[in-house]
C-alpha cells in the first residue's frame, strides 16, 4: 500500500462512526460505552427484534433474543431456586449487548475471533453498572448463566431450529429437566411487541423486588 493511501485509510478510520442512535435519543459509543447513555426500553425494544439463530427458526415470527433471554432466566430460577433477584437480573441481562450488535452466530464468533468479545464485554459491564451490578459477575453466577444458556440452546436446537437431539447434545451438552409448562411458555415464538413487553415486564419486578 503506498503512503498516500495507507494516509487516506488512516484519515477514514479517524472519522468513522463508532456510536449508535437509539429510538430514545441516547448515543451509545461502542469503543467507550457509558452506562449513562444505557436506557432499559431500548434494550427491550432491540432485543425484541434481533432473531436467535440467524432467523432460522420455525413459526410464524422470529425467535427474539429477547424471548431467549427469559428462557434462560427461568432454566436458571429452575436450576437455583433461591437465586436472588439481582442473579435473576444479571441472567436476564446476560445477552443484552445484543440490541446495539445483534447476535452473532457461534460459527462466526469463532471465524473473527477476540475482537467481537472486547467490544461485546465493554456493553455489558456498562450495562451491569447502569442497573446495580458488579461490571464483572462472580465466576458461579457467570458457570450459571453459561449452564442455562446452553440449555436453552439446546431446546431451540431440538425444537426451533431443526436439529436432532443427538446433534444438539454434541453442541450444548446434556439438557436440563425442562417442564411442559416452559416449553409452553418460552418455547413457541412470540410477536416482537409481545417480546418487548415481557422482557419489559420481567425487568420491572426484578428491579423493583
Known amino acids: 500500500m503506498s503512503k498516500r493511501a495507507a494516509k487516506s485509510k488512516a484519515a477514514r478510520t479517524a472519522t468513522a462512526r463508532a456510536w449508535q442512535r437509539m429510538l430514545s435519543g441516547r448515543r451509545l ?4 460505552p457509558s452506562p449513562l447513555d444505557v436506557e432499559m426500553e431500548d434494550i427491550a425494544h432491540g432485543l ?6 440467524n432467523g432460522q427458526t420455525k ?29 435473576r437480573l444479571a441472567v436476564l441481562l446476560h ?10 452466530i457461534s460459527p462466526f464468533k469463532a471465524v473473527i475471533g ?12 456498562a450495562i451491569h453498572v447502569r442497573f446495580g451490578l458488579p461490571a464483572t459477575l462472580s465466576p458461579s453466577l457467570q458457570k450459571l448463566i453459561k449452564d442455562a ?11 426451533l431450529a431443526g436439529f436432532d437431539p443427538a446433534e444438539a447434545r454434541r453442541f450444548f451438552g446434556k439438557p436440563p429437566k425442562f417442564s411442559s409448562t416452559l416449553e409452553r411458555d418460552y418455547l413457541v415464538p ?3 411487541e409481545t417480546a418487548q413487553a415481557r422482557y ?6 426484578l428491579m423493583k423486588a
Not at 425484541?48 to 439463530?53: E, I, L, Q, S
Open 29 to 32: 459509543d461502542l469503543l467507550d
Open 48 to 53: 425484541a427484534r434481533v432473531a436467535r439463530w
Open 59 to 87: 413459526g410464524a415470527h422470529i425467535y427474539s433474543v429477547a424471548q431467549h433471554a427469559l428462557l434462560v432466566e427461568a432454566i436458571a430460577r429452575q436450576k437455583v431456586p433461591r437465586l436472588d433477584d439481582k442473579g
Open 95 to 104: 445477552d443484552a449487548p445484543e440490541y446495539v450488535i445483534g447476535d452473532m
Open 114 to 125: 477476540d475482537s467481537y468479545k472486547a467490544v461485546e464485554l465493554r456493553l455489558l459491564a
Open 149 to 159: 444458556d446452553r440449555g436453552a440452546a439446546f431446546f431451540e436446537a431440538t425444537r
Open 190 to 192: 412470540w410477536p416482537a
Open 200 to 205: 419489559l415486564d420481567r425487568f420491572t419486578k
